[in-house]
């Protein structure tokens, strides 16, 4: 029987711990004992929880943050990449809201977990920073409104998918009032309104 990479296994049973029971409530030793190793087996590949709730978000959620530095203005239409982009922010929140959720619970664990992932790149305001630079570039190009404050826009739409997952996702039963395709393509066309 061919055995997945410690490392693979490591990241899958904390996506799985982290969703199942929250981050907060995660531990790596639970995270070691769940990948079937050892918790020094774990720091070797990880620096701590931080690191690999990092890993998960990256690894095994959504493509937003790649889908975000891959965009280039000019190519397609801002409209198609808007609707990408709100469907895999809304999936992304989606499933991140319920292994993040526990971080605000706790204001002790929330301040450990941002020292822990300040050297990492990583955080809440990076899709919204990485929008914003996509939609100035669309500006550069004359598809956006010089006018157009491409940092509000680009809240606004990450906001919006992130209010959708807190209010579907946190509420049990809880059913979107609009398909995801409808919603992204919605979201997208509502806010070419206001920026082209």
């Known amino acids: 029987m061919d055995q997945k ?8 049973a904390a996506h799985e711990l982290m969703l199942s029971i929250g981050l907060a409530r995660t531990t790596t030793k639970e995270i070691a004992k769940a990948a079937g190793c050892s918790e020094a087996a774990l720091y070797k590949y990880f620096s701590g929880k931080e690191d690999l709730f990092v890993t998960v978000l990256a690894e095994r959620l959504p493509r937003l943050g790649g889908l975000l530095t891959e965009l280039t203005a000019g190519q397609g239409t801002v409209e198609r990449n808007l609707t990408e982009i709100a469907r895999q922010a809304a999936l992304f929140y989606e499933q991140t809201f ?23 790149e990583a955080g809440p305001h990076l899709p919204i920073q990485q929008l914003d630079a996509y939609l100035r570039a669309e500006q550069g190009a004359g598809r956006v409104r010089a006018d157009a404050d491409t940092y509000a826009a680009a809240s606004l739409l990450l906001g919006a998918c992130a209010q959708r997952a807190f209010a579907y996702t946190a509420l049990p039963g809880g059913e979107p009032p609009q ?3 409808d919603f ?13």
């Open 184 to 196: 992204a393509a919605s979201l997208a066309r509502t806010l070419l309104g206001g920026i082209s």
């Open 179 to 181: 398909s995801l395709d």
């Open 5 to 12: 990479p410690t490392r693979v296994r490591i990241v899958d």
């Open 98 to 120: 319920p292994m993040a959720a526990s971080l605000y619970a706790e204001p002790q664990l929330k301040r450990r977990h941002e020292q822990g992932v300040g050297g990492l």
